[in-house]
């Protein structure tokens, strides 16, 4: 059986905390380690402790679930759970699991939380062993998620709140930080040139003063990391 995934309940509501750990209890790769009242509740615990899943309710006291993600720098995965279906745009904006309106049933519930399961199974494939043979990530385009192969992509630009991942053959646009997909990445094989760009060093085929040249396209370097760049391309 596989490690169970880590979760914390975020509910300032009694009987919708003890809805949640009831249906949770039925689900057996599921794991509640804590039920926090509210956000700053939760942030204790997500400072402290390894979490995996968060149920997090919309309007509570102090902050509310929305804020409370958007200043969180690595959240786990997030299921939103809230009485008013007006957030859904911005719960998926910031990249969540799924999104359930109370009250909801069991079966909703179950779907939800597999859709995690499988989230967390594809994330974490070959983190105990096989590190490194590993050739392929995943990562969530609009409201799927897409399969790419670390061989397929050429570059990786960093936009204020999202990045795009160009492959030989398309490009893939992706709520992600710029640090997730460099600690993704294969490090032996990809090199950040610049603030907004993460490189296969594969495909750099010339570099020009302050750019690089991968994939036919000129992109800059960082003045800062010229050095460092050509002292890596050179012993590759």
Known sequence: MSARIQTIVVEDEPLAQEGLLNYAKQVEFLSVVKVC????????VLSKHKVD????????????????????????????????????????????????????????????????????????????????????????????????????VVYVEGMENYIVIYT????????????????????NDFIRIHKSFIVSIAAITSVDGNEVIAGGKRLPVSRERKKEILARLISN
């Open 37 to 44: 009242e509210d956000a700053l509740e939760a942030n204790q």
């Open 168 to 187: 030989h053959t398309k490009k893939f646009m992706t709520l992600l930080k710029m640090k997730t997909i460099e600690d993704t990445l294969p490090p």
């Open 53 to 152: 899943l968060m149920f997090l309710d919309i309007q509570m006291p102090k902050i509310t679930g929305i804020d409370f993600l958007r200043s969180l720098k690595n959240p786990p995965m997030v299921i939103m759970t809230t009485a008013y279906p007006n957030f859904a745009l911005q719960g998926y904006e910031l990249d969540v699991i799924d999104y359930l309106v109370k009250p909801f049933p069991f079966d909703r519930f179950l779907k939800a939380v597999n859709k995690a399961n499988d989230f967390y199974q594809i994330r974490n494939r070959g983190a105990e062993t096989n590190v490194g043979k590993q050739n392929y990530f995943f990562v969530k385009c609009d409201y799927r998620y897409e399969k790419i192969r670390f061989d397929e």
